[in-house]
């Protein structure tokens, strides 16, 4: 039965400062460090395992794939890295707080921009601090404006279903670790949910999630190891 391991990435410094983060590159907290270690723990505890990585091109989500894999003792793992695991781009929203932006735009704007489906954030400007299309990691590939949840999702969907499907169908034990939305994407397909419902889904930081799949994989069940 194919298993799957969905982790989001340890607390970083923009959650802890509640800003608008998207690509933008931040660091995990020292509590991000811990949920990364205690998530591998767990893993380790529960006896689950993987044969196999992937992640994004952001330090995050590496990091926290790094310290949780050093405490399964499987830091030799293969690791692969795409920007499609990466977290939706929040456009000109990047670095902004969201309280203040609540208190300057209202609370149903930025709600429609943090949570509808097809909704993008204001694109980012050219010349954005923030900007990273000229970043080396980004080489050959079109850094978006912005990004919808279903903009996320159309780009995470093809890598899904090119590169993490055929390793699982093929045998492997697959660990993503990545962001809150583009988990989304992935839960949102694997467990068949509607386009309304998943942006009321918040998945937590270092959490590991279980999926044990069929052969065509379909979920059989989905659930927080911390629960088990
Ligand atoms: O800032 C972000 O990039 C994301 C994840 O932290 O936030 P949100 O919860 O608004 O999707």
């Known amino acids: 039965m194919?298993?799957?391991?969905?982790?989001?990435?340890?607390?970083?410094?923009?959650?802890?400062?509640?800003?608008?983060?998207?690509?933008?590159?931040?660091?995990?907290?020292?509590?991000?460090?811990?949920?990364?270690?205690?998530?591998g723990r767990?893993?380790?505890e529960k006896g689950i395992d993987a044969d196999l990585c992937f992640t994004?091109?952001?330090?995050?989500?590496?990091?926290t794939l790094n310290l949780a894999l050093e405490e399964m003792d499987r830091l030799w793992?293969?690791?692969e890295k795409n920007y499609r695991l990466n977290e939706r781009h929040y456009g000109g929203l990047t670095g902004l707080n969201k309280q203040e932006t609540r208190d300057k735009h209202g609370d149903e704007q930025v709600h429609i921009w943090r949570r509808s489906f097809d909704t993008p954030p204001p694109p980012m400007a050219a010349d954005?601090?923030?900007?990273?299309?000229?970043?080396?990691?980004?080489?050959?590939?079109?850094?978006?404006a912005t990004e919808s949840l279903k903009d996320t999702i159309t780009r995470v969907l093809p890598y899904w279903k090119t590169r993490i499907a055929p390793e699982l169908q093929g045998g492997k034990r697959v660990l993503i670790s990545a962001h809150g939305n583009s988990l989304r994407?992935?839960?949102?397909?694997?467990?068949?949910?509607?386009?309304?419902?998943?942006?009321?889904?918040e998945i937590p930081t270092g959490q590991p999630i279980i999926y044990n799949l069929d052969g065509d994989l379909n979920e059989i069940e989905r659930y927080y190891l911390s629960e088990r």
């Open 2 to 39: 194919p298993q799957l391991i969905l982790l989001r990435h340890g607390q970083s410094q923009w959650n802890l400062e509640n800003r608008f983060t998207g690509w933008w590159d931040v660091d995990v907290t020292e509590k991000g460090i811990e949920e990364a270690r205690a998530a």
């Open 42 to 44: 767990l893993m380790k």
């Open 56 to 63: 994004s091109l952001q330090s995050r989500a590496i990091k």
């Open 77 to 79: 793992l293969p690791v």
């Open 128 to 144: 954005s601090e923030y900007q990273m299309s000229s970043d080396p990691r980004y080489k050959g590939i079109e850094v978006p």
């Open 185 to 201: 994407a992935l839960v949102k397909h694997l467990s068949n949910i509607a386009d309304d419902e998943i942006t009321g889904l």
